[in-house]
């Protein structure tokens, strides 16, 4: 029993010293002046563009049911009206952020762990250092900087199409004109609510990089890896998330957003 | 070690291995080995499977580290080096994998092209066209160029990843298993590319195989490791006249 706590808590610190010399690795290969621009453009395309219809039919969708499961309450206390603000403020500074966080973990994360993991299991990473190439620098740092750029872009569009679902939705049950929507919902949105929310998407396209490379990066051997290494990206990926969101809350409180 | 060594002392030594010992958890994987690789030659080591054959080599380009001994390539000793040391050492060093382990997102001609963008760092396409081609048209394959490496045959991959490797001229060439899983044909042809390569570049090789034609053919000194250890040494004809039956069993 105590032998294999011991062993237990051996791993973990085994486990946070390899992700600390991973993180390190990426690190130090940001500066370097031989940066990857075309494989980052790359990735972008396929972090971003690839990830957008995804994307935006959640945020839409999210927009859309809040609205409708809004709408009987509030009619009961005669707060119609207050829709467009709930949904906005509610869109902007928690759902879209978290839920689209979370999506981009299961479709990005996954993949680039998938990926990489495969690479790994078929030695061309292998190949790529052996070659006396960085693959850090190709693999990792492209990867990860795509991620935590492309997030917070994919988080904005999904706010905007959460809105446009709201006002869609909305619009089911009686009418009312664009201008007045998107007046009432941005009249109670302030700086303060969007900047940290777009803050905090950095550090979730951060962590879902980091983690599918680091799993990817350093999967055992066989197909068998792969999976479980694509399959751990995901679940170790949306952890982050959450973890992140209960500190970003916390932080934003405490700084008065 | 039971048999005569056969070496040319006279040559300057590329790779030495002095008492390397390397485990995986319990798994002693490499006991106490030594050797030495002189320039120009091509060192053949056979010997079952799972006796850590590939585990040496990959000691020597320092993708894994040694427990215990002395690895020194080209006099300096690897699992000292700085990540910078150990990335100028690995161009000299070629290393062609059991699966040829091609980029597969790649085409040939991307593949190629790779090592000479992020390792020789050429940008003048013009060059860069001339290396490919006159390195595939070394390795038979020039109509390959614009294949995906999911459309080649096994050879094919391998011949294309010995081209990889081979384009950056390295001075020393580590082949795991090169003709493994090919037929006797590919086979035979892989084993005179190598041949061709030590000719044309004057390449010093370790040649990891099964493959007793492959041997014979490419084979200047033989190495045979069991469990962990050189349990022989010689040319192919000494080491079938071994009075030891089961370094005799290898050549059968």
């Known amino acids: ?257 | 070690m039971d048999e005569q060594i056969h070496t040319d002392t006279n040559k300057e030594a590329v790779i030495k291995l002095e008492h390397l010992k390397k485990s995986f958890g319990s798994n002693e994987v490499l006991r106490d080995i030594s050797m030495e690789l002189r320039k120009g030659e091509n060192l053949v080591v056979m010997g079952r499977s799972g006796t850590g054959k590939s585990v040496a080599i990959k000691c020597i380009v320092g993708l894994l580290c040694q427990d215990e001994g002395s690895l020194r390539v080209f006099g300096e000793e690897v699992d000292t080096l700085s990540e910078e040391e150990l990335r100028k050492l690995r161009i000299r060093i070629g290393f062609l994998f059991q699966s040829g382990a091609l980029y597969d997102s790649m085409t040939v001609r991307e593949n190629l092209e790779f090592p000479l963008r992020k390792v020789l760092h050429l940008n003048d396409q013009k060059d860069i066209d001339e290396r490919v081609t006159e390195i595939l048209e070394g390795v038979g394959l020039p109509d390959a160029i614009d294949k995906m490496p999911s459309e080649l045959s096994g050879g094919m991959r391998k011949r294309i990843g010995l081209a990889r490797t081979m384009i950056l001229k390295p001075e020393i060439m580590l082949y795991d298993e090169p003709t493994t899983g090919l037929d006797p044909i590919t086979s035979r042809e892989i084993s005179e590319l190598i041949l061709s390569m030590q000719e044309r570049y004057q390449v010093s090789s370790i040649i990891i195989t099964h493959d007793i034609a492959c041997a014979k053919a490419t084979a200047n000194r033989v190495l045979v490791m069991d469990k962990g250890t050189f349990v022989a040494e010689g040319t192919i004809d000494e080491l079938e006249k071994s009075d030891n039956e089961f370094i005799r069993s290898f050549f059968k």
């Open chain 1, 1 to 257: 029993m105590l032998q294999a706590f011991t062993i237990s808590i051996k791993r973990v610190f085994e486990e946070a010293g390899d992700q600390f010399y991973f993180a390190a690795r990426f690190f130090r290969n940001i500066f370097r002046l031989d940066f990857e621009w075309n494989e980052f453009i790359r990735q972008c395309y396929l972090v971003g563009y690839k990830s957008f219809p995804l994307v935006g039919i959640t945020g839409f969708i999210v927009g859309f049911v809040m609205t409708l499961q809004a709408q009987p309450t509030m009619k009961a206390f005669g707060a119609e009206s207050f829709i467009p603000k709930m949904v906005s403020i509610s869109i902007i500074r928690e759902i879209c952020p978290v839920i689209i966080a979370l999506i981009c973990a299961g479709k990005i994360s996954s993949g680039v762990g998938a990926e990489l993991g495969s690479m790994k299991v078929t030695e061309q990473i292998d190949a790529m250092e052996v070659s006396g190439a960085n693959p850090v620098q190709y693999l990792v740092v492209t990867r990860i900087l795509a991620c935590t750029i492309m997030v917070p872009l994919l988080t904005l569009m999904a706010d905007a199409l959460g809105l446009a679902g709201s006002y869609v939705g909305i619009n089911i049950n009686g009418i009312v004109t664009p201008i007045l929507f998107f007046h009432k919902a941005f009249s109670s949105v302030e700086f303060g609510d969007l900047l940290p929310a777009v803050f905090k998407t950095v550090f979730f396209g951060f962590a879902i990089g980091f983690v599918g490379c680091y799993k990817g990066y350093n999967t055992g051997r066989g197909t068998e890896s792969v999976g479980l290494a694509a399959n751990s990206a995901v679940v170790s990926a949306s952890l982050w998330i959450i973890v992140i969101d209960a500190i970003a809350v916390q932080l934003t409180s405490a700084l008065g957003f």
